[in-house]
């Protein structure tokens, strides 16, 4: 491994640990049922692992929300966005919070397969546990963002899903919302100078020319495909901000429907990278998730409880 891709992993190591100390300190809303640790694939492996969030009381189906957790594709799994998933569990939804195998043990193209797989599952078995499987939504920050934006597009054009190998569900996304998206891989490996090629070694192997490395990028993926509509958050102080910036201008270019919030630097707090996942009760916070719910159910094609909506 090159010592980029060694110095990466200890970074993120050092994150895990901030990570540890600030869901230490924060509790779950009251009032959601928690489902957890169900297998989406049958191996084994505890990266393979999802939970499923809803309101406690629940009797009939919901909309869905699937989370795709962030972490430089290196890092997490689903525990970085239980709180987040549990705060959107209470606008009246059954939120899907997965895991998925980590790089280097993989690398990004297998992440995509291990979402597939999921949606597959939750395609299934998403009856009992009160999943409205005609309103589907998907949500993912930073590295998340980037594989739920590969997800909108490979189920909308014919030729991907060949091309990263998945099976499709029956389901389409009805409508996105994207956390500071690392929208392109690439883009990384040359911020990262010095480490960058750690990073792309991290991600892709040890094949330099791995043409992954330009299929993962998700503006590429732009054309011919079929996206839902988008909500898009970013700030003045995420680190990733010029990717959710860059995004945009693709998605406007090819005449993709999204809204983009991109909030200002405020004077009490610092709003970074993905600040409405790691503190999902911030004021800040919660208006972002309304205005993301709120596209949400434009998007419904039919209230599965009008009560909830």
Not at 9 to 32: F, H, T, Y
Not at 236 to 250: F, I, K, N, T
């Amino acid at each position: 491994m090159k010592k980029g891709a060694a110095l990466i992993l200890k970074a993120w190591e050092l994150n895990g640990k901030r990570d540890a100390a600030r869901i230490a300190l924060q509790s779950p809303p009251d009032g959601i049922a928690e489902v957890c640790n169900l297998a989406y694939l049958d191996d084994g492996d505890p990266m393979h692992l999802l939970d499923i969030y809803y309101p406690e009381g629940t009797t009939t189906a919901l909309p869905v929300i699937i989370d795709i957790h962030g972490g430089g594709f290196a890092y997490g799994d689903k525990e970085l966005n239980k709180y987040y998933c549990l705060e959107l569990a209470k606008y009246g939804f059954a939120v899907v919070n997965i895991s998925y195998r980590l790089c280097p043990q993989v690398t990004i193209p297998d992440q995509i397969q291990d979402c597939f797989a999921a949606f597959r599952w939750l395609d299934q078995n998403g009856g009992a546990f009160f999943c409205d499987m005609n309103n589907v939504f998907v949500t993912g920050d930073s590295a998340g963002a980037d594989l739920a934006a590969m997800s909108c597009s490979i189920m909308g054009r014919a030729d991907l899903p060949e091309t990263f190998g998945v099976a499709l569900p029956s389901f389409r996304f009805r409508a996105a919302g994207f956390t500071c998206g690392a929208f392109s891989p690439a883009k990384l490996v040359k911020r990262l100078g010095p480490l960058g090629p750690g990073m792309r070694e991290l991600c892709f192997g040890a094949d330099a020319a791995n043409p992954m490395i330009t299929c993962t990028d998700a503006s590429t993926m732009l054309d011919g495909t079929n996206m839902p509509p988008i909500y898009m958050i970013s700030s003045a102080e995420d680190m990733l901000r010029p990717h959710s910036d860059y995004y945009s201008q693709c998605l406007r270019a090819h005449n993709i429907s999204y809204t983009y919030r991109k909030w200002a630097k405020r004077p009490e707090k610092r709003l970074d990278h993905v600040f409405n996942v790691t503190y999902p009760t911030w004021p800040e916070s919660v208006q972002t998730h309304e205005e993301m719910i709120a596209l949400f159910r434009e998007n419904m094609i039919e209230a599965a409880d009008p009560a909830l909506v």
